[in-house]
């Protein structure tokens, strides 16, 4: 449980962060709150020869409203976000989500941007980020890009960063509709980490019909999805128990789900449906 040498330059600024990066992209990794990598170094599944700790540059830890969008620098701790009264108020969602990440060491040191980077599959965030069609801005040497949530899990601790380049924020619309959200999860008894977590966001119309779906689920497959069969099969209908037991159903559509020690295929699809049914039910309730 001892990690191998490294070196540790704990830069100022966003800049000299990029040029340590860009100098030693194969070397290097980022430090943030340090509690996925750290595990994974004293186990020796990550050796870096090289931390750059962000925790020093000022200006990467905030929350606040912009023209509509809900803007999140990455370096934003899960408790800043689950006591956030902004949040609370223009989208609920992510303090609820935060709330079910790990227990409050975790959240006062883990970070939304570490977590999104390090894209474990049965980590809570890549749901939300999911359903509320986040968009991710990433920065290197040569300027900055934005990828959209459902573009950003690429496979199981995989994401769409490139070598040498920064997530330094995350971006969310505010809703300009009433809107429910929720998210459900099943915490794995000895972790805590999600077997299942399904995050949703939903609109009706006058007449109470769904009138859009969207959806986030981790913890089933290789990365975090978006389950199209599902919310399609929702919209139109008046969220009655029959139509939502009939969208959970197809939550797993078309995805191959994980088999660990805990939790079979069979019986994480069975959670998956069983979870997607809770938070759509609760999603369903919540519209205002
Ligand atoms: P770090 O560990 O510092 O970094 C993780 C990875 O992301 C590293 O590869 C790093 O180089 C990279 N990285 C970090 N920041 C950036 C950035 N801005 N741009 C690009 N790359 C970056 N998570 C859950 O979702 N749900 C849980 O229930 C849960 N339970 C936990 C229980 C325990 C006991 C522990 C130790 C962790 C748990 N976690 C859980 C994980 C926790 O949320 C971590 O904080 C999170 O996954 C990583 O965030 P971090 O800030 O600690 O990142």
Redesign the pocket.
């Known amino acids: 449980m001892i990690p191998a040498q490294f070196d540790y330059v704990a830069p100022a600024t966003l800049e000299e962060a990029l040029l340590q990066l860009t100098r030693n992209p194969d070397e290097a ?12 170094m004293k186990l020796r599944l ?1 050796q ?1 020869q090289m ?2 700790d ?1 925790g020093r540059i000022k200006d ?1 830890a905030y929350i606040r409203e912009e023209d509509g969008q809900i803007l999140i620098g ?2 934003t ?2 408790q800043q976000i689950e006591s956030s009264d902004l949040l609370k108020k223009v989208c609920p969602l992510l303090p609820e989500c935060a709330s ?4 409050v ?3 006062n ?12 599959p ?5 749901a939300a980020i999911i359903a509320l069609g986040a968009r991710m801005a ?1 920065i290197s040497v040569k300027g900055e890009r934005f990828i959209k949530a459902d573009d950003f899990f690429t496979n199981m601790f995989s ?1 769409a ?1 490139t070598p040498g ?4 924020e995350i971006r969310i619309g505010i809703a300009k509709t009433a809107t429910g959200y929720a998210y459900a ?1 099943m ?2 008894p000895a ?4 077997v299942v ?1 399904v995050a949703v966001s939903l609109t009706r119309n006058a007449q109470g019909a769904c009138e859009s779906a969207s959806i986030g689920v ?1 913890g089933v497959a290789a990365n975090a999805y978006r389950p199209v069969a599902a919310q399609e099969a929702l919209l139109g209908t008046n969220l009655d128990e029959s139509s939502i037991s009939a969208a959970a159903a197809r939550v797993c559509e078309g995805i191959e789900a994980n088999s660990d020690l805990f939790a079979s295929e069979d019986y994480r699809r069975h959670l998956a449906e069983v979870y997607a049914r809770r938070a759509i039910t609760a999603a369903a309730s919540r519209v205002k």
Not at 100 to 103: A, F, M, S, V, W
Not at 122 to 126: E, F, G, K, M
Not at 165 to 168: G, M, S, V
């Open positions: 990794k980022l430090l943030a709150g340090g509690h996925s990598l750290i595990p994974a990550a870096p931390l750059i962000i990467l990455a370096m701790t899960h079910h990440i790990g227990d060491q975790v959240r040191k883990g970070t939304i941007g570490g977590s999104l980077a390090h894209a474990d049965a980590a809570d965030w890549p990433a994401t960063l380049e920064i997530l330094r999860k915490h794995h972790s805590g980490f999600a977590g981790t």
